[in-house]
């Protein structure tokens, strides 16, 4: 139902209309605006108990889905319909006296669960700021910290230690699976999670194919895995998603009449950096990456305790990892 602190943040609802169903008044509302529009209304929530109602043949029929919700598990419900059935997105949302979008195309574009920086209320930074559009040093900053470290070398690993408890008891239909089911937006996406932390990533894991490599991790993890992983993690982190998120606007991209660049204000376009073995930042980034997954797959031998060594052995390493596509 509407509530009095609703009536600030968007143009449909009056004082006149406090206590009535959102969908109803906004349904109304628009068709004063247009008179040809036909709007079918629902006073039912869209979750996991209403799929009688909303069921396979109410989301085939969709060619576009916009989100209006007020809640991220709602959210993240109406991303995994959509990504499961194939439709594009718009999502949408504020952020105190700010309002931020999010379109999410099928196979191009990154769906709202995939995403493991949530405006959950614990971000004050919107993720599409942190992901495409950052400006700001204290951006790059919290992407690296939960966008790369805490996504790679703290939730995956959690799920896939969780995964290996359950299989090495005999456990995984009885518990882990029956959890899964308590969250059907996340289900397929935590058992992707599973394997590729166990068995190994695969290209089809990402439906925007930012990580086209397979990496065999179930023959056993060594140090030479560990360097491969941390070199296919730079490239899909500085490579194929700068590429990607330039296919989607381009520089010379409008956005009205007046020809407004896109790329203008505080979006500032990015540049793929293509790794040079030869620059030490770029070997920074993989022997730091190289040696958290060594510690996280406890790797034995890992790095050497001496420094001054790694540049040498994971250059050596990295000669053989085949041309990347």
């Known amino acids: 139902a509407i509530e009095l602190s609703n009536l600030n943040r968007q143009f449909l609802f009056r004082p006149r209309h406090v ?69 594009p997105l718009l999502e949408s949302g504020t952020l105190g006296t700010k309002a931020n979008t999010l379109p999410v195309v099928p196979h191009l574009t990154e769906s709202y669960s995939s995403d493991p920086v949530q405006d959950d209320g614990g971000n004050d930074i919107p993720a599409c700021t942190l992901h495409a559009y950052p400006n700001l040093i204290e951006h790059t900053l919290q992407w690296a ?26 456990t995984v239909e009885a518990a882990y ?18 394997r590729a932390v166990l068995v190994g990533p695969e290209p089809g894991d990402h439906p925007e194919k930012l990580f086209p490599y397979s990496v065999d991790l179930a023959s056993g993890v060594d ?48 540049t793929p950096e293509r790794f040079n073995a030869d620059d030490d930042l770029h070997m920074q980034f993989v022997a730091a990456a190289t040696f958290l997954f060594s510690q996280m797959y406890r790797v034995s031998p890992g790095l050497p305790a001496d420094r001054a060594e790694w540049p040498a052995l994971i250059r050596a390493e990295l000669s053989k990892i085949p041309e990347l596509p």
Request: with cysteine; aromatic share 8%.
């Open 19 to 87: 206590g009535s169903m959102k969908s109803v008044v906004a349904a109304e509302a628009a068709r004063e605006m247009n008179s040809a529009l036909n709007a079918v209304v629902h006073q039912t929530k869209v979750a996991p108990d209403t799929e009688s109602l909303f069921d396979d043949a109410f989301w085939s029929k969709q060619d576009i889905v916009i989100n209006c919700l007020d809640n991220v598990p709602a959210r993240k419900y109406v991303d995994s319909k959509c990504l499961f059935f194939g439709k």
């Open 145 to 170: 910290r939960d966008a790369v470290f805490e996504r790679y070398f703290v939730l995956e690993p959690v799920e896939g230690a969780e995964f290996a408890k359950h299989l090495a008891t005999g």
């Open 223 to 270: 140090l030479s895995r560990c360097i491969q992983l941390a070199r296919m993690r730079f490239e899909e982190l500085f490579v194929n998603k700068i590429e990607l998120l330039l296919h989607v606007h381009p520089l010379d991209k409008v956005v009205d009449d007046q020809g407004t660049r896109f790329w203008s204000g505080k979006r500032r376009p990015p």
């Open 177 to 194: 699976l029956r959890d899964l089911d308590r969250q059907p937006s996340t289900k397929v996406v935590r058992l992707q999670t599973a």
